[in-house]
């Protein structure tokens, strides 16, 4: 349309500059519309004074007719377009043909490589040829040359469109490139098409006009999009895999979740489908079994009639250490939750509880304690003594026992060493224990009371929020709604306190039915507080069949929540744990010393052990900006899962060393989001001055190549007094002079 009343594409317009081409100075012209507009003021007031009514009439005749005077007068200085051309049989235009595995995808019983050959056979590969030299190239991991279109398979696993544009741009140092031509579906797999390769694509001022090819939506397909599984676990602990999908075609009908490492299933279960192209997530839970490196792959069963099955299914990595962290609980006098939550962590292998049981105000009973010396002075005052622990279960204690140094020391451990802290209710404990002053007010997850009697031997019964009914840490039942029916039928707590209102930022996972708070987390720093107001959760033991485990489950996940996360001295990351069709990963590592201050004068070394037990060692810089980091790059050349193992020495003295795991894919990128990026393409030709068409209009893009300032170009001026819109807007303005006499009986 735009064509049809301008007489040229748009993009010329875009490109080229207004001229008037009469050759008359333009203060004439100006001058000129000015007198005709006052002279038509004249006329109208004199003609029209008697049949018009002053004012808003006379106006709108003024405004027409001198609008109509003025257009006339333009055209008499002969308005044109300067616009820089391609010289004809003097450029290279080069068609660029997406050849990757998405283009092999059959929509209409039609594979996407037979409608982009349509699209350039249909018309517009004869025009190019006639005005300029074409050359054709196909893209997918790579550019390569072709000689024939009819050669394309399909085949290539991956869509890298940006290295192939930086490769076209590097030809016009040698080449006359005058325009790109590309045909693809847009589905980049390697990041997108990033501000540099645009920039140096403008710098040569080469347009890229885009074919777009394929449907822009979903017909009949389940994907899954993402899946977030924690990167480190402790064995035999419960994980959550976040799982996140899309289909098309499903709605309200049912489909199979499943979770399986080396075959095996961990976990299954039903999904019912949402809306159409509505984003869906789900959490499946499973066992993160023995340690080691894991492949956890993750499916969704395809359905009947499916066209994209291979985007069902996605691999996740994660490490289980066989480490088991080390949880300090001080408790200040003997009660019977003590015994119970000691009796529920002898059943978990995967921690160490250490207890320091204050039996008078001077004397302690210690267990699980590594030697004699361990704790022999009650509770530690250093940070090397306290940070040797994950966590820390603080009973029913007073604040006023420990010291003033004590007390920032326990600020520290969360704060700083990033381990994790949990309050349990008691005589001495909250506000009763004087928790409510400096400098545990911003410590606690909770605004606790400042009064005392907060502590209540009244029986309690326990419900869940709706963060609750998801958390980990209260999960006894699998099913989410089951957990909270679970959890409602509970026995009675034998003892609760009135902890306050949880802060800003903090998440409430159980309240109390009577009213008022049962637990409260928190991040705090580098760590996690907990606050929990029931003292009497033992006869959930005792009141229940001897074969029931939910006192044990709630006391085994909480405790494993208060150590998940807690840094060790090295601490290992990746930037990514899956590279699919990829090779780089950055490898980043925190140091830090007993103390947990930044090791920033340590060596850091990363031990790479890749597929097939070949190794490699990579030395990690320091990061300028991040005391105690480290950095480096590292190219995983082959298929396959690695173990990365981090080691940091300060002089002889090793620091520590950590372990992470990442696995690279190749052939699995092409599988996901196979929907025309429309997008992505659209802006690409808008930034460097190219055109968008579908595939259906891709023979209207002859005339728009044309217009460039790349290769060899010459200057053309293209008159614009005889364009259809000129024409119309006489019409127009004429017409509605004629209908508002019309209307008004003053024709």
């Known amino acids: 349309m735009f064509e049809f009343l301008f007489k040229y594409p748009a993009n010329a317009f875009e490109r080229g500059k207004i001229v008037l081409a009469g050759g008359w100075p333009v203060w004439l012209l100006v001058a000129l519309m000015v007198g005709a507009g006052a002279a038509i003021a004249w006329l109208v007031y004199r003609r029209n004074k008697a049949s018009l009514v002053e004012g808003p009439r006379q106006a709108a005749i003024w405004a027409l007719q001198t609008a109509l005077a003025c257009l006339l007068l333009l055209m008499l200085w002969q308005p044109a377009l300067s616009v820089s051309a391609l010289k004809a049989q003097q450029n290279v235009v080069a068609v660029i043909v997406d050849d990757s595995k998405s283009m092999g995808q059959v929509e209409d019983g039609t594979p996407r490589r037979q409608k982009a050959l349509d699209a350039l056979n249909g018309g517009l590969l004869a025009q190019l040829r006639e005005k300029f030299q074409v050359r054709l190239y196909k893209t997918g991991e790579r550019l390569s040359r072709v000689e024939k ?10 869509t890298r469109l940006a290295d192939s544009m930086k490769e076209v741009v590097a030809e016009a140092g040698s080449l006359p490139i005058g325009a790109v031509v590309l045909v693809s579906d847009g589905a980049e797999n390697s990041g997108g098409i990033d501000l540099e390769t645009i920039n140096e694509i403008r710098r040569h001022q080469i347009p890229v006009h885009t074919i777009g090819v394929g449907r822009e939506t979903m017909v009949r397909d389940v994907e899954i999009s993402d899946a977030q599984v924690p990167a480190r676990a402790l064995q035999d602990s419960r994980l959550s895999a976040v799982v996140s999908f899309r289909q098309a075609g499903y709605q309200g009908q049912k489909g199979k979740l499943t979770l399986r490492e080396n075959g095996k299933v961990l976990a299954s279960q039903d999904v019912v489908f949402k809306k159409d192209g509505v984003q869906q997530t789900e959490a499946a839970l499973f066992n993160a079994g023995t340690p080691g490196a894991k492949n956890l792959e993750i499916s969704i069963d395809p359905l009947p009639g499916e066209e994209n099955a291979q985007n069902n299914k996605v691999t996740r990595v994660f490490d289980v250490s066989d480490k088991k962290p080390r949880i300090l609980y001080v408790e200040g006098e003997p009660r019977w939750e003590y015994k119970f939550i000691r009796r529920a962590m002898e059943d978990d292998k ?14 302690f009973y210690r267990q699980g304690i590594n030697g004699p010396k361990e704790l022999e002075a009650g509770f530690p005052s250093t940070d090397e003594e306290l940070f040797q622990y994950q966590a820390i279960l603080m009973g029913t204690v007073e604040a006023a026992w420990f010291t003033p140094a ?3 020391l326990l600020n520290r451990f969360v704060d700083k060493r990033g381990g994790g802290l949990i309050f349990l209710a008691g005589r001495a404990s909250f506000s009763d ?13 909770v605004t606790l009371p400042e009064r005392k009697g907060t502590f209540h031997r009244d029986p309690a019964n326990a419900e869940l929020t709706n963060a609750g009914r998801d958390s980990l840490i209260t999960r006894i039942e699998e099913n989410p709604d089951r957990n909270m029916e679970r959890w409602s039928k509970l026995p009675y707590i034998a003892g609760y306190q009135d902890i306050g209102v949880p802060k800003p ?8 039915k009577s009213g008022g708070e049962l637990l409260v987390t928190q991040n705090y720093g580098r760590g996690r507080v907990a606050a929990f107001a029931g003292a009497g959760t033992w006869r959930w033991q005792m009141l229940q069949p001897l074969e029931d485990r939910s006192h044990e489950t709630f006391w085994q996940q909480f405790l494993r929540w208060s150590v998940t996360g807690t840094p060790t001295q090295v601490q290992a990351s990746l930037s990514k744990t899956m590279l699919a069709d990829e090779s780089r990963v950055r490898f980043r590592a925190e140091a830090r010393d007993k103390s947990y201050a930044a090791a920033s004068d340590a060596v850091v070394v990363a031990r790479v052990i890749g597929p097939g037990g070949a190794g490699s060692e990579v030395q990690m810089t320091p990061v300028p900006t991040e005391s105690g980091v480290f950095e480096a790059e590292y ?7 690695y173990v990365v193992e981090i080691v940091a020495k300060r002089g002889e003295d090793e620091l520590g060393r950590d372990v992470a795991t990442f696995r690279r894919e190749d052939g699995v990128a092409e599988n ?13 030709a808008q930034q460097t001055g190219g055109t968008f068409r579908g595939a259906a209009d891709a023979s209207k893009l002859g005339n728009d190549i044309s217009y460039s300032d790349a290769g060899i170009t010459m200057r053309e001026t293209k008159d614009l007094w005889n364009m259809p819109i000129v024409f119309l807007l006489v019409l127009a303005l004429r017409g509605s002079e004629w209908m508002l006499r019309r209307k008004w009986g003053v024709i």
């Open 406 to 408: 004590q007390q920032e």
């Open 672 to 684: 996901f989001h196979t929907e025309q990026n429309r997008e992505l393409l659209e802006k690409l």
């Open 149 to 158: 279109l009819e050669t394309l398979q399909s085949t290539d696993r991956a």
């Open 505 to 512: 930022g903090a998440l409430s996972l159980a309240k109390l």
């Open 635 to 641: 190219n995983a050349d082959a298929e396959g899962s």
């Open 433 to 445: 224990g004087g928790w409510w002053r400096e400098p545990f007010i911003g410590l606690l997850p």
């Open 350 to 363: 995967t921690v160490e509880l250490v207890t320091l049981l204050r039996t008078t105000q001077n004397k």
